[in-house]
């Protein structure tokens, strides 16, 4: 597979682009650097890799919106990134896009134990879900197992094989997680 060519207008404009995120996301947020962006190059799924122009690690809601403002503005795709332990290749960037990556958007929200429920952020993987509410159990959610050996929350846990790499945000869009996470 060939991965689409890059928008040469786009990449024209990238010292622009890279400045207006910049304006809006703590220094830290921001990657340009050539070796360091290679890190996004590809998810799970190794055997297609392209660079992306910029990756940017948000860490609230409002940053997100400014980020996506400023792609759209500059006609930038953007590609969601969690962990990249997709083997679906949904997180496989362009030359000429922004990565917006997930995982310092990684705070629970909300906790309803009466209904077990909890809302968290996107990046949050699902064994820290699992390790935020564990500690205020009424029970002692160690002595309910599964068929599995697991403990008593086992459907907001990632499979076997990816025990706590899957974030909420892929579990909803990918439909990552294992056969007991709702979302």
């Not at 910029?54 to 930038?76: F, H, K, N, Q």
């Not at 008593?152 to 025990?163: F, N, S």
Request: glycine letters at 10%; aromatic letters at 4%.
């Amino acid at each position: 597979m060939d991965m689409p060519l890059p928008d040469a207008a786009i990449l024209a404009r990238k010292g622009r682009i890279v400045a207006r995120l910049r304006a809006v996301l703590p220094a830290d947020a921001v990657i340009e650097d050539e070796a360091e962006v290679r890190v996004y190059e590809c998810d799970a799924l190794s055997a297609y890799r392209c660079p992306p122009m910029v990756a940017v690690l948000p860490r609230t809601t409002a940053e997100v919106s400014a980020v996506l403002r400023i792609c759209w503005e500059e006609g930038v795709p953007v590609v969601p990134r969690g962990s990249g332990t997709s083997l679906a290749g949904g997180a496989l960037p362009t030359a000429d896009c922004v990565i917006l990556g997930v995982a310092r958007m990684n705070g629970v929200l909300e906790t309803d134990y009466d209904n077990r429920f909890i809302r968290v952020q996107s990046g949050r993987t699902n064994l820290s879900v699992t390790g935020a509410v564990e500690p205020a159990c009424l029970c002692d959610c160690r002595q309910y197992r599964d068929e599995f050996g697991r403990g008593a929350l086992p459907e907001i846990r990632g499979d076997d094989e990816q025990p706590s790499g899957c974030h909420a945000g892929a579990d909803g869009r990918h439909g990552a997680g294992d056969r007991r996470t709702v979302v």
